[in-house]
């Protein structure tokens, strides 16, 4: 028998459903596999009693003659911004050290419905705040990938680094991510697979630890598009504990998979052709363009003049919402708490409590954002820039809205380079944020939008093709992937080294 691990989430269920293995022969080999790849660092907690129980219980009911779940027998990684029951779930983060949740997150309790097990929580960007997976307290997860004739350590991107490398290493055939300004998509990029970030409302927020929360969307990151859709399927949902949940009928996402665009037309925005772009970048585009054609489009060229103001507007909405969310980390209902003693020999006051926790518990980065968004948000300066910055995003909401009036998908880079070699950039936060350049836009507008892997670059590292759609139109967005997978034939995996 072929590894099992070979396999996406689509050939372990119809594999499941056909008999042709067991879901524990399954859950075996990936717990196997996790268990080897240790130098990655993209699992936090393994949880292989989780995953073997949900296998039991698929291969039960298969010989039972009952109908199998959407998911039975698949196990996924979950990213541990999702709040599991009697797992630790700290966000990747020193300030929720030793937390374990006596609740289910919505988007975890869907996937535990739908038949699918646990492989473990996954390594990430502390809080979510990162593009490299470098600000975990728990230390940061290394790409599967190398360039050729290498040792150097490269990024997988973030915040759902731990996500795309053990999805990319084929240690799980899907995980769980969370996107907030490209946290699916741009990781997704880095190790050359597929994500999708739904539309905002989509999938619930309930229990997943907050960032930005007009922002933080969950998604699924796969090996391919199909899986993506399976997987979101399941995801997604109306959740009455989330005030921003979409009450809407979860469409059949993999049903309505087709690589054909007969019909559509498919813009490309003007702005995103921005200065000193690599030419591999731009080839990648074209090609994209090309595919595109094949495939049936129709290509129209269109503007998103607001653009260049989405970057410095989306870094001060995220840091205002982080700054609010973040002040419950205060050491006094859970999590970490630092009691130091008073210089006089006294105990700590509240307020030596509350900065001691605060500074030891949050790292840099964390830190970093919620000085800026207090800053923002303070009363000398909200007008300044937290109004002014949501005014442009109603701007560059209004302008897709526009866009879409002359074409049903965009095509854009994903990310303006391949994968760069860890703590090449993190002394340099403004370079770390050039990183969501392309992605950042349609998170603000809430629109769904997913990266597909499209080619390597010249030292053999995956790039990205992004495809960007009007609110709900989730089908419309898989579709355009499923376009440009077929025609990119993208079949490169990491060689194991770990």
Not at 399 to 414: G, K, N
Request: glycine share 12%; with cysteine.
């Amino acid at each position: 028998m072929a590894d099992l691990t070979d396999l996406g989430i689509a050939g372990i269920r119809d594999g499941v459903r056909a008999g042709s293995f067991s879901a524990v022969e399954v859950a075996d080999a990936f717990v196997v596999k996790v268990a080897k790849a240790k130098p990655l660092n993209a699992f936090l907690v393994e949880t292989p009693d989780h995953a073997l129980a949900a296998a039991r219980a698929a291969d039960a009911a298969r010989a039972a003659g009952e109908t199998l779940k959407p998911l039975a027998g698949v196990p996924i990684g979950m990213k541990d911004l999702f709040c599991t029951k009697g797992v630790a779930t700290t966000a990747a983060s020193h300030i929720l050290e030793g937390f374990v949740p006596t609740y289910e997150s919505s988007v975890s309790q869907n996937l535990w419905n739908a038949g699918a097990g646990m492989l473990g929580k996954l390594n990430m960007d502390q809080f979510a705040m990162g593009s490299s997976n470098e600000t975990s307290a728990f230390g940061n997860v290394v790409s599967p990938w190398r360039k050729p004739g290498s040792d150097a350590p490269l990024a997988p991107g973030g915040s759902s680094g731990g996500s795309s490398s053990a999805v990319a290493a084929g240690l799980c055939p899907g995980a769980t991510g969370t996107d907030t300004g490209g946290s699916i998509r741009q990781p997704a990029a880095f190790t050359g697979i597929s994500g999708i970030k739904p539309t905002y409302g989509r999938c619930s927020r309930w229990g997943t630890i907050a960032f930005a929360s007009s922002l933080d969307q969950a998604g699924p990151m796969a090996r391919d598009v199909r899986d993506c859709a399976i997987m979101l399927e399941a995801m997604a949902g109306f959740d009455a504990k989330d005030a921003t949940s979409l009450k809407l009928d979860v469409p059949r996402w993999e049903h309505g998979l087709s690589p054909s665009l007969a019909g559509k037309r498919v813009g490309i925005p003007r702005e995103y052709r921005v200065d000193g772009m690599p030419e591999e970048i731009e080839a990648l585009w074209q090609a994209g363009i090309d595919w595109m054609k094949d495939a049936g489009a129709e290509i129209v060229e269109v503007s998103l003049p607001h653009t260049r103001y989405a970057l410095p507007a989306y870094y001060i909405i995220a840091p205002a919402e982080a700054s609010s969310n973040l002040a419950r980390y205060d050491g006094v209902r859970y999590g970490l708490r630092d009691l130091p003693a008073k210089e006089s020999g006294g105990g700590a006051g509240l307020q030596e409590m509350y900065a001691a926790t605060r500074a030891d518990g949050f790292g840099a980065e964390v830190k970093r954002r919620i000085m800026i968004g207090t800053y923002v948000l303070s009363a000398g300066f909200y007008d300044a820039y937290y109004t002014q910055a949501q005014k442009v995003r109603a701007l560059i909401a209004r302008d897709f809205e526009l866009a879409f009036r002359a074409c049903d998908v965009l095509l854009t880079p994903t990310a303006p380079s391949a994968a760069f070699a860890l703590g090449s950039k993190s002394a340099d936060p403004l370079a770390m944020y050039l990183n969501d350049v392309f992605t950042v836009p349609s998170s603000l507008a809430g629109l769904p939008a997913m990266s597909v892997p499209g080619g390597l670059d010249k030292d053999g590292l995956p790039l990205g093709l992004q495809i960007i759609g009007k609110a709900l139109d989730e089908q419309g967005v898989l579709n355009a992937g499923l376009a440009i997978e077929e025609r990119a034939g993208f079949v490169a995996r990491p060689q194991a080294w770990w």
